[in-house]
């Protein structure tokens, strides 16, 4: 359960920026947010008056929200019928209006146009997801309990990794401990079609195989309908492994990558994993409040310098280096160029520098941190060495 304080301090933080944007007051319904800002991702409707206490308008489950949320006033909703006079009893007859216009379906946004003629509709993702951006003590100790989870990676990859199993029968043991963890299994995405199931485990040129998803990595996937992740390929002596997965714990996600191979790798795979570790540690060192994600990933291009295959090989190259997370794996801050936001203690990034060679392989690793009052802290732990079984 997300403690109260945790909620009215993000709700303030939440309508300071609503009222700071001239807005009114929000409609809240995309799951994640709902949660953020509830407690409860039962299918509601979240009024958040700039000026006001919150309401939760549930279309199912009223009873299990009831539960889990802390907010006050809780109520049913039983038809969109209904939408305009739940937001008049929260004060917001007309007005301005936020919406999650980043992830809000075009019909459902139509719907809400056609029955909230009197106000006027806006756009409130930016703001709501800078806010989320700076995370609390409490959220920082259930990332840090993701984190945890992913630390026993190398112990784990090496008691079940032998050769000749495929990519998917590697990631099913390594799912299955995880599961035992308490890992949730989704992993949300803010990004349309952008879904992930745990993370990702290829081997050899399935690593470098590219696809629809904006990551370095993205692999094969067990078919054509799901053409991402694992697949049923063999897992060959010598090729590099990647092994990029998310702990989650209550919703919250840490992020970390370790490279794995059976006997020995090609001298190319260890250059360029060394080269990674040092992009990753010298970003990290330079990292912290005031910095721009901007020029941290200009940081490592310089580092990376001419080097063939770094986050992605010719056109299919991805321009940023790292990301934020949270509840979803793509939140703020972005390392990536004109992010110039600048990082504020209690922001949590993912570093991931990588090299991908087309038809051979890829190698990289990935570490999560939060930004402190002189820097950041390193979350995940697990050996960073390329580890050769």
Same mark, same amino acid.
């Given at each position: 359960m997300v403690p109260r304080e945790e909620i009215e301090n993000r709700t303030r933080a939440f309508q300071e920026a609503l009222s700071a944007e001239g807005l009114d007051g929000a409609l809240i319904v995309q799951d994640v947010d709902l949660f953020y800002l509830s407690g409860t991702a039962q299918n509601a409707h979240l009024v958040v008056p700039a000026d006001g206490e #919150? &309401?939760?308008?549930?279309?199912? %489950?009223? =009873?299990? /929200?009831?539960?889990? %949320?802390?907010?006050?006033?809780?109520? #049913?909703?039983?038809?969109?019928?209904? !939408?305009?006079? /739940?937001? /008049?009893?929260? +004060? !917001?007859?007309?007005?301005? !209006?936020?919406?999650? !216009?980043?992830?809000? #379906? $075009?019909?459902q946004f139509l719907q809400y146009q056609h029955r909230l003629e009197r106000s006027e509709l806006a756009d409130c993702s930016r703001l709501l997801r800078a806010v989320r951006a700076r995370k609390s003590p409490w959220e920082l100790e259930q990332i840090r309990r993701a984190a945890g989870m992913l630390s026993r990676i190398d112990r784990w990859t090496a008691d079940v990794l032998r050769e000749g199993m495929t990519e998917i029968e590697l990631a099913a043991e390594i799912e299955r401990l995880l599961?035992?963890?308490?890992?949730? +299994?989704?992993?949300? @995405?803010?990004?349309?079609?952008?879904?992930? @199931?745990?993370? =990702?485990?290829? *081997?050899?040129?399935? *690593? *470098?195989? #590219?696809? $629809? %998803?904006?990551t370095p990595i993205v692999g094969p996937g067990p078919n054509v309908a799901v053409s991402k992740g694992a697949s049923s390929r063999p897992i060959g002596r010598g090729e590099p492994i990647i092994i990029d997965l998310c702990g989650t714990w209550e919703g919250y996600l840490a992020d970390q990558t370790r490279t794995f191979s059976l006997g020995p790798v090609e001298d190319k795979f260890h250059e360029a994993y060394e080269a990674a570790r040092e992009i990753l540690h010298t970003v990290a060192a330079e &990292?912290?409040? +005031?910095? /721009?994600p901007s020029a941290l990933y200009d940081r490592s291009v310089e580092l990376a310098g001419d080097r063939e295959g770094f986050m992605g090989a010719g056109e299919e190259r991805v321009s940023f280096v790292g990301h934020g997370f949270g509840l979803e794996i793509d939140e703020l801050p972005l390392l990536m160029p004109g992010a110039d936001e600048p990082l504020a203690e209690g922001m949590v990034f993912a570093l991931e520098p990588k090299f991908i060679y087309p038809g051979e392989g890829a190698v990289g690793v990935e570490n999560s941190y939060v930004v402190t009052a002189d820097g950041v802290e390193q979350l995940t732990t697990a050996p960073e060495e390329l580890i050769e079984l």
């Amino acid at each position: 359960m997300v403690p109260r304080e945790e909620i009215e301090n993000r709700t303030r933080a939440f309508q300071e920026a609503l009222s700071a944007e001239g807005l009114d007051g929000a409609l809240i319904v995309q799951d994640v947010d709902l949660f953020y800002l509830s407690g409860t991702a039962q299918n509601a409707h979240l009024v958040v008056p700039a000026d006001g206490e #919150p &309401a939760l308008f549930v279309r199912k %489950t009223l =009873s299990r /929200a009831r539960e889990e %949320t802390s907010l006050e006033r809780v109520e #049913p909703l039983r038809s969109l019928r209904d !939408l305009p006079s /739940a937001l /008049a009893s929260c +004060g !917001l007859d007309g007005g301005r !209006l936020g919406l999650e !216009l980043d992830v809000l #379906p $075009a019909a459902q946004f139509l719907q809400y146009q056609h029955r909230l003629e009197r106000s006027e509709l806006a756009d409130c993702s930016r703001l709501l997801r800078a806010v989320r951006a700076r995370k609390s003590p409490w959220e920082l100790e259930q990332i840090r309990r993701a984190a945890g989870m992913l630390s026993r990676i190398d112990r784990w990859t090496a008691d079940v990794l032998r050769e000749g199993m495929t990519e998917i029968e590697l990631a099913a043991e390594i799912e299955r401990l995880l599961r035992r963890e308490g890992h949730q +299994g989704i992993i949300h @995405f803010r990004g349309f079609n952008q879904e992930m @199931f745990y993370g =990702s485990v290829l *081997a050899g040129p399935s *690593a *470098a195989v #590219p696809g $629809a %998803t904006e990551t370095p990595i993205v692999g094969p996937g067990p078919n054509v309908a799901v053409s991402k992740g694992a697949s049923s390929r063999p897992i060959g002596r010598g090729e590099p492994i990647i092994i990029d997965l998310c702990g989650t714990w209550e919703g919250y996600l840490a992020d970390q990558t370790r490279t794995f191979s059976l006997g020995p790798v090609e001298d190319k795979f260890h250059e360029a994993y060394e080269a990674a570790r040092e992009i990753l540690h010298t970003v990290a060192a330079e &990292a912290g409040p +005031g910095r /721009a994600p901007s020029a941290l990933y200009d940081r490592s291009v310089e580092l990376a310098g001419d080097r063939e295959g770094f986050m992605g090989a010719g056109e299919e190259r991805v321009s940023f280096v790292g990301h934020g997370f949270g509840l979803e794996i793509d939140e703020l801050p972005l390392l990536m160029p004109g992010a110039d936001e600048p990082l504020a203690e209690g922001m949590v990034f993912a570093l991931e520098p990588k090299f991908i060679y087309p038809g051979e392989g890829a190698v990289g690793v990935e570490n999560s941190y939060v930004v402190t009052a002189d820097g950041v802290e390193q979350l995940t732990t697990a050996p960073e060495e390329l580890i050769e079984l």
